[in-house]
């Protein structure tokens, strides 16, 4: 699936954009299946976390269980005069094993070839998210290695991004670090009871220059290291930045039970293909 060239690139750069991925169609299915699955959780949402007592805790609580579920996670902070479904945030975190639509996409024999070429050995799809990056509400996103939070030992953690629409300055692209995966894992999230904290592994912190953004096109797939720093910029326009995520670990690699995400053993992990 992959040139040579562009084998060489992931290694180097830690990064690859791949254009052209998601065909329209599919891109379309997704956008409109996410808005669904936000409408059908919206009373969910609010009844589960804001008619408690105890919000704090019971929102910890619907985030760790959330690992072989579909939720739906808003925006941190007031959005002052803005409704529910412009304050959403993200779905995660198991779209690909559970909603028909997000399934059917994740589950390619295309994404296998990828993986196969990257030098996925036994692929297994962990985790997926469907990011709204709303217009002018979204958020940013610091800068971190994906595999601070999902832990493999080896670390075996590759992101898979598919842009559902066009990401730009404007609205919110990713930035990477070239090179950043050689610098090793600087911390893990990890859980303890219900508790989550982070466990510094290197005392220099992750660079804060360097980066570049992708700016890429609707349908492209940016493939990033589980090492690779990147961060992305709030939405400061008025275009929605969707994003559809996949996280995929190799199943020869220990998977550690103090990971945030666990998920029920009922539900093991399937490859791209399986
Ligand atoms: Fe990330």
């Known amino acids: 699936m992959l040139t040579k ?3 060489l690139d992931f290694e180097e750069f830690g990064f690859l954009v791949l254009p052209d ?6 891109r379309k299915e997704m956008i409109s299946q996410a808005s669904e699955l936000v409408q059908s959780m919206k009373a969910e949402w609010f009844e589960s976390v804001f008619s408690t007592q105890n919000q704090e805790e019971s929102s910890n609580t619907y985030f760790l269980e959330s690992g072989d579920k579909i939720r739906v996670f808003m925006e941190e902070g007031e959005a002052e005069g803005v409704d529910g479904q412009h304050r959403v945030n993200k779905l995660g975190h198991a779209m690909h094993d559970l909603d028909p639509v997000f399934s059917a996409f994740s589950h390619q024999k295309v994404w296998a070839d990828i993986a196969a070429d990257i030098g996925m050995a036994s692929p297994g799809l962990l985790q997926s998210m ?5 217009p002018r509400i ?13 832990y493999t030992d080896p670390i075996s953690v590759v992101g898979f991004w ?15 670090l ?4 050689r610098m090793g894992l600087k911390s893990r999230f990890i859980r303890e009871e219900m508790q989550t904290r982070f466990e510094v592994l290197d005392d220099k912190p992750l660079p804060e220059t360097g980066y570049v953004p992708l700016e890429v096109e609707a349908g492209t ?5 589980g090492l690779l720093p990147h961060y992305s910029e709030a939405n400061r326009s008025d275009q929605p930045r969707q994003a559809y995520t996949l996280h995929v670990i190799d199943q ?15 539900m093991p992990l399937r490859g791209f293909v399986s």
Request: charged fraction near 20%; glycine fraction near 8%; proline fraction near 5%.
């Open 21 to 26: 991925m998601a065909k329209p169609s599919s």
């Open 130 to 134: 469907y990011i709204f990056k709303q």
């Open 221 to 225: 797939l940016i493939l990033l290291h």
């Open 138 to 150: 979204g958020g940013e996103v610091n800068i971190h290695q994906d595999a601070t939070f999902l």
């Open 162 to 176: 598919f842009a559902m629409q066009d990401a730009t300055l404007d609205n919110g692209c990713l930035w990477a």
């Open 5 to 7: 060239k562009q084998v």
């Open 178 to 181: 070239p090179g950043g995966h």
């Open 252 to 266: 020869a690699a220990r998977y550690l039970p103090d990971n945030w995400l666990q998920r029920d053993k009922a």
